[in-house]
């Protein structure tokens, strides 16, 4: 494809998928939330796009309550999508998840209870899945074993850095005053050990709508849900979760930038746009000529003298 702007292609390129809060024999979240529906939806205007990402990055809550099945579910839904598109499928664990669960159905191993922290490796690109489940608990905690092997992790930088996948995301909540009683807890003693290392980004889910921040000097992204999102500005509501607004991330990491382009899921009409058969008369174009036709305030085609289609 001819680069029209400043920058050259991404050198890598994920999706960042979150809470898909899934019941066992594909029971609908709250009596209502079409929980697999909706995952199918995203992943098949994923699918739809034309993008090829290198893996998809599942940010916790898999399934709400647990449930074996409901893993197995998940699995039938998800593998077969990232096998199409060539993705490797990243796990990471939240908590209504449950260990035992969560490690023997998606990694066909032994149960095990221990925290479910691993490492991947993207063609140079790290992501770590850090698990900050307190088993029992919905707030987020980090074991001082578990900052000892992130450490060691960290201390040799990967060619093209590193991103750490969390549930509980070490940001602020100010439009959700009640997911303080549910953050991560000792944020402090993980800044000391992310500081000044190749972190380029922290990804983050449990709070079911996208925001982004910023910690120990990391950018920090969390990716709204697939199953609910929340309606941030409803008035006498402590909460208030709605079936809208869901859908994915996109991450493109480059040389020298990271960029998170939040992917909602609409199937809302059209009102404006250009047919993809443009592309070969553009790229045909010279960089002056783009501006001419396409930047010009005053060009025929600004002027709509020259139709769309």
Not at 72 to 99: K, Q, T, Y
Not at 219 to 227: E, K, L
Request: glycine letters at 10%.
């Amino acid at each position: 494809m001819t680069q029209l702007g400043q920058y050259a292609p991404a050198k890598h390129v994920f999706a960042h998928i979150s809470d898909t809060h899934f019941l066992a024999g594909g029971a609908p979240l709250f009596g209502a939330v079409q929980t697999e529906t909706n995952l199918r939806r995203v992943l098949s205007q994923l699918e739809n796009s034309g993008i090829r990402p290198e893996a998809l990055v599942f940010t916790g809550d898999l399934a709400d309550l647990g449930e074996p099945d409901a893993y197995r579910r998940l699995r039938s839904i998800v593998e077969p999508v990232a096998a199409n598109l060539g993705a490797e499928v990243i796990w990471v664990i939240g908590n209504h998840d449950e260990r035992l669960q969560y490690s023997h159905e998606l990694f066909d191993i032994d149960g095990s209870e221990a925290p479910q922290d691993r490492v991947y490796d993207l063609g140079g690109l790290r992501i770590i899945s850090l698990d900050t489940t307190v088993p029992g608990y919905h707030h987020g905690a980090l074991r001082e074993e578990q900052l000892d092997w992130l450490a060691n992790v960290l201390a040799t930088p990967a060619p093209d850095g590193t991103f750490i996948a969390v549930h509980h995301p070490p940001i602020p909540t100010p439009l959700l005053w009640a997911m303080e009683m549910l953050e991560l807890h000792g944020q402090d003693a993980l800044a000391k050990v992310v500081r000044g290392t190749d972190v380029r980004g922290i990804l983050g889910g449990h709070l079911h709508y996208s925001t982004h921040s910023t910690f120990a000097g990391i950018p920090v992204s969390v990716a709204a849900a697939t199953c609910y999102t929340m309606n941030l500005t409803a008035k006498d509501r402590l909460l208030s979760g709605v079936d809208g607004g869901q859908g994915l991330t996109m991450v493109h990491v480059y040389d020298e930038q990271v960029v998170h382009s939040i992917v909602p899921l609409t199937d809302a009409p059209e009102v404006t746009g250009f047919g993809a058969e443009a592309r070969a008369q553009i790229e045909a174009m010279s960089f002056d000529q783009r501006l001419e036709v396409f930047s010009k305030k005053n060009s025929p085609f600004n002027l709509g003298e020259i139709p769309a289609e």
